[in-house]
T-cell receptor, first 112, second 117 residues
Framework: DQQVKQNSPSLSVQEGRISILNCDYTNSMFDYFLWYKKYPAEGPTFLISISSIKDKNEDGRFTVFLNKSAKHLSLHIVPSQPGDSAVYFCAASNNQGGKLIFGQGTELSVKP | SAVISQKPSRDICQRGTSLTIQCQVDSQVTMMFWYRQQPGQSLTLIATANQGSEATYESGFVIDKFPISRPNLTFSTLTVSNMSPEDSSIYLC??????????????FGPGTRLTVL
Protein backbone atom coordinates (compact mmCIF):
# COMPACT_ATOMS: atom_id res chain seq x y z
CA ASP A 1 0.00 0.00 0.00
CA GLN A 2 1.77 3.11 -1.28
CA GLN A 3 0.47 5.89 0.94
CA VAL A 4 2.61 8.58 -0.69
CA LYS A 5 2.96 8.58 -4.47
CA GLN A 6 5.07 10.52 -6.90
CA ASN A 7 3.79 9.39 -10.24
CA SER A 8 6.43 11.07 -12.37
CA PRO A 9 9.76 9.26 -12.10
CA SER A 10 11.51 12.01 -14.04
CA LEU A 11 11.12 15.62 -15.15
CA SER A 12 13.22 17.71 -17.51
CA VAL A 13 13.10 21.51 -17.41
CA GLN A 14 14.99 24.32 -19.10
CA GLU A 15 17.13 26.57 -16.92
CA GLY A 16 15.21 29.65 -15.78
CA ARG A 17 11.79 28.04 -16.16
CA ILE A 18 9.53 26.68 -13.45
CA SER A 19 9.85 23.12 -12.16
CA ILE A 20 6.70 21.58 -10.71
CA LEU A 21 7.00 18.31 -8.82
CA ASN A 22 3.84 16.58 -7.72
CA CYS A 23 2.95 14.25 -4.87
CA ASP A 24 -0.30 12.53 -3.88
CA TYR A 25 -1.19 10.84 -0.62
CA THR A 26 -4.00 8.58 0.54
CA ASN A 27 -3.90 8.81 4.34
CA SER A 28 -6.07 11.68 5.58
CA MET A 29 -4.32 11.47 8.97
CA PHE A 30 -1.12 12.93 7.53
CA ASP A 31 -0.69 16.44 8.90
CA TYR A 32 2.85 17.41 7.98
CA PHE A 33 4.58 17.19 4.64
CA LEU A 34 8.21 17.61 3.66
CA TRP A 35 10.28 17.79 0.49
CA TYR A 36 13.81 16.46 0.30
CA LYS A 37 16.47 16.72 -2.37
CA LYS A 38 18.95 13.90 -2.84
CA TYR A 39 22.16 13.75 -4.82
CA PRO A 40 23.75 10.37 -5.59
CA ALA A 41 25.92 9.05 -2.76
CA GLU A 42 24.53 11.60 -0.30
CA GLY A 43 21.75 11.59 2.27
CA PRO A 44 18.52 13.48 1.58
CA THR A 45 18.68 17.21 2.27
CA PHE A 46 15.65 18.86 3.83
CA LEU A 47 14.21 21.56 1.55
CA ILE A 48 10.86 22.79 2.77
CA SER A 49 7.86 21.63 4.75
CA ILE A 50 4.22 22.48 5.24
CA SER A 51 1.71 21.83 7.97
CA SER A 52 -1.80 20.71 7.11
CA ILE A 53 -3.19 23.94 8.56
CA LYS A 54 -1.59 25.85 5.69
CA ASP A 55 -2.02 25.69 1.95
CA LYS A 56 1.23 27.37 0.94
CA ASN A 57 4.73 27.80 2.26
CA GLU A 58 7.46 29.72 0.49
CA ASP A 59 11.21 29.80 1.00
CA GLY A 60 13.21 31.64 -1.61
CA ARG A 61 12.91 29.86 -4.95
CA PHE A 62 10.95 27.00 -3.40
CA THR A 63 7.21 27.02 -2.76
CA VAL A 64 5.12 24.10 -1.57
CA PHE A 65 1.36 24.03 -2.16
CA LEU A 66 -1.01 21.75 -0.29
CA ASN A 67 -4.52 20.85 -1.47
CA LYS A 68 -6.02 18.78 1.34
CA SER A 69 -9.30 18.06 -0.38
CA ALA A 70 -7.42 16.53 -3.30
CA LYS A 71 -4.73 15.00 -1.04
CA HIS A 72 -2.14 16.56 -3.28
CA LEU A 73 0.95 18.66 -2.78
CA SER A 74 3.39 20.18 -5.20
CA LEU A 75 6.82 21.76 -5.08
CA HIS A 76 7.52 24.72 -7.34
CA ILE A 77 11.06 25.79 -8.08
CA VAL A 78 11.38 29.18 -9.77
CA PRO A 79 13.66 29.89 -11.52
CA SER A 80 15.15 26.44 -12.01
CA GLN A 81 18.94 26.15 -12.02
CA PRO A 82 21.23 23.34 -13.23
CA GLY A 83 22.30 22.80 -9.61
CA ASP A 84 18.72 21.82 -8.81
CA SER A 85 19.19 18.61 -10.80
CA ALA A 86 18.67 15.81 -8.26
CA VAL A 87 16.07 13.34 -7.05
CA TYR A 88 13.25 14.97 -5.08
CA PHE A 89 11.30 13.03 -2.48
CA CYS A 90 8.09 14.08 -0.82
CA ALA A 91 7.36 12.67 2.63
CA ALA A 92 4.41 12.74 5.00
CA SER A 93 3.94 12.37 8.72
CA ASN A 94 0.94 11.92 10.99
CA ASN A 95 2.77 13.42 13.94
CA GLN A 96 3.13 10.06 15.64
CA GLY A 97 6.72 9.94 16.72
CA GLY A 98 8.08 11.68 13.65
CA LYS A 99 7.85 8.64 11.38
CA LEU A 100 8.00 9.65 7.70
CA ILE A 101 6.45 7.90 4.75
CA PHE A 102 8.30 8.65 1.51
CA GLY A 103 7.22 8.77 -2.09
CA GLN A 104 9.22 7.04 -4.80
CA GLY A 105 11.04 10.18 -5.86
CA THR A 106 11.17 12.28 -9.04
CA GLU A 107 14.46 12.84 -10.82
CA LEU A 108 14.67 16.47 -11.94
CA SER A 109 17.02 17.45 -14.70
CA VAL A 110 17.52 21.17 -15.35
CA LYS A 111 19.19 21.79 -18.70
CA PRO A 112 21.28 24.90 -19.39
CA SER B 1 20.21 21.87 11.40
CA ALA B 2 22.49 19.29 12.98
CA VAL B 3 25.67 17.74 11.64
CA ILE B 4 25.14 14.00 11.30
CA SER B 5 27.94 11.60 10.49
CA GLN B 6 27.84 7.91 9.69
CA LYS B 7 30.57 5.28 9.78
CA PRO B 8 31.45 3.52 7.59
CA SER B 9 30.45 5.49 4.52
CA ARG B 10 30.52 2.30 2.48
CA ASP B 11 31.48 -1.33 2.83
CA ILE B 12 31.57 -4.56 0.87
CA CYS B 13 30.77 -7.59 3.00
CA GLN B 14 30.55 -11.32 2.60
CA ARG B 15 27.33 -13.24 2.93
CA GLY B 16 26.66 -14.44 6.47
CA THR B 17 28.66 -11.75 8.22
CA SER B 18 27.39 -8.76 10.21
CA LEU B 19 28.12 -5.05 9.96
CA THR B 20 27.54 -2.34 12.56
CA ILE B 21 26.85 1.17 11.32
CA GLN B 22 27.36 4.15 13.61
CA CYS B 23 25.46 7.42 13.61
CA GLN B 24 26.80 10.43 15.50
CA VAL B 25 25.05 13.80 15.88
CA ASP B 26 26.81 16.98 16.98
CA SER B 27 23.97 18.01 19.30
CA GLN B 28 21.34 16.34 21.42
CA VAL B 29 18.25 15.34 19.48
CA THR B 30 14.89 13.97 20.47
CA MET B 31 14.39 11.14 18.02
CA MET B 32 16.72 9.01 15.93
CA PHE B 33 15.60 6.76 13.10
CA TRP B 34 17.13 4.23 10.74
CA TYR B 35 16.00 3.99 7.10
CA ARG B 36 16.94 1.79 4.18
CA GLN B 37 17.00 2.70 0.51
CA GLN B 38 17.26 -0.35 -1.70
CA PRO B 39 18.50 0.11 -5.27
CA GLY B 40 15.96 2.06 -7.31
CA GLN B 41 13.57 2.30 -4.38
CA SER B 42 12.37 4.95 -1.98
CA LEU B 43 13.37 5.29 1.66
CA THR B 44 11.78 2.81 4.06
CA LEU B 45 11.81 3.20 7.82
CA ILE B 46 13.43 0.27 9.61
CA ALA B 47 12.98 1.39 13.21
CA THR B 48 12.94 4.20 15.71
CA ALA B 49 15.97 4.12 18.01
CA ASN B 50 14.81 4.76 21.57
CA GLN B 51 17.25 6.12 24.08
CA GLY B 52 17.75 3.65 26.91
CA SER B 53 15.22 1.10 25.68
CA GLU B 54 14.52 -1.31 22.85
CA ALA B 55 13.99 0.12 19.39
CA THR B 56 10.54 0.23 17.81
CA TYR B 57 10.54 -1.76 14.59
CA GLU B 58 8.34 -1.30 11.54
CA SER B 59 6.44 -4.12 9.93
CA GLY B 60 8.81 -6.45 8.13
CA PHE B 61 11.84 -5.63 10.26
CA VAL B 62 12.92 -7.57 13.37
CA ILE B 63 15.40 -7.05 16.15
CA ASP B 64 17.32 -10.25 15.45
CA LYS B 65 18.13 -9.07 11.95
CA PHE B 66 18.61 -5.36 12.70
CA PRO B 67 19.67 -4.86 16.33
CA ILE B 68 19.79 -1.18 17.25
CA SER B 69 21.34 0.65 20.16
CA ARG B 70 20.94 4.20 21.36
CA PRO B 71 22.95 4.72 24.54
CA ASN B 72 22.53 8.51 24.64
CA LEU B 73 20.91 11.48 22.87
CA THR B 74 23.61 11.87 20.21
CA PHE B 75 24.61 8.35 19.14
CA SER B 76 23.03 5.22 17.68
CA THR B 77 24.13 2.03 15.98
CA LEU B 78 22.41 -0.28 13.53
CA THR B 79 23.71 -3.79 12.95
CA VAL B 80 22.81 -5.71 9.82
CA SER B 81 23.12 -9.34 10.89
CA ASN B 82 23.73 -12.52 8.90
CA MET B 83 23.83 -10.53 5.69
CA SER B 84 22.60 -11.70 2.31
CA PRO B 85 22.82 -9.95 -1.08
CA GLU B 86 19.24 -8.71 -0.55
CA ASP B 87 20.58 -6.50 2.27
CA SER B 88 22.61 -4.48 -0.23
CA SER B 89 21.23 -0.98 0.30
CA ILE B 90 21.99 2.48 1.50
CA TYR B 91 21.33 2.73 5.24
CA LEU B 92 20.54 6.18 6.59
CA CYS B 93 20.09 7.54 10.06
CA UNK B 94 17.95 10.57 10.67
CA UNK B 95 17.03 12.80 13.58
CA UNK B 96 14.27 15.11 14.74
CA UNK B 97 14.05 17.53 17.61
CA UNK B 98 17.05 19.56 16.57
CA UNK B 99 17.12 22.80 18.51
CA UNK B 100 15.62 25.66 16.51
CA UNK B 101 13.68 23.44 14.12
CA UNK B 102 10.11 22.19 14.02
CA UNK B 103 9.43 18.88 15.72
CA UNK B 104 8.70 17.03 12.50
CA UNK B 105 11.61 18.41 10.51
CA UNK B 106 13.83 15.39 10.00
CA UNK B 107 17.48 15.59 9.00
CA PHE B 108 19.47 12.78 7.46
CA GLY B 109 23.00 11.55 7.66
CA PRO B 110 25.06 10.94 4.51
CA GLY B 111 24.22 7.23 4.43
CA THR B 112 26.19 4.00 4.45
CA ARG B 113 26.33 2.15 1.15
CA LEU B 114 26.43 -1.59 1.84
CA THR B 115 27.16 -4.21 -0.79
CA VAL B 116 26.82 -7.87 0.18
CA LEU B 117 28.52 -10.43 -2.05
Amino acid sequence: DQQVKQNSPSLSVQEGRISILNCDYTNSMFDYFLWYKKYPAEGPTFLISISSIKDKNEDGRFTVFLNKSAKHLSLHIVPSQPGDSAVYFCAASNNQGGKLIFGQGTELSVKP
Amino acid sequence: SAVISQKPSRDICQRGTSLTIQCQVDSQVTMMFWYRQQPGQSLTLIATANQGSEATYESGFVIDKFPISRPNLTFSTLTVSNMSPEDSSIYLCSVTGVEGTAYNEQFFGPGTRLTVL
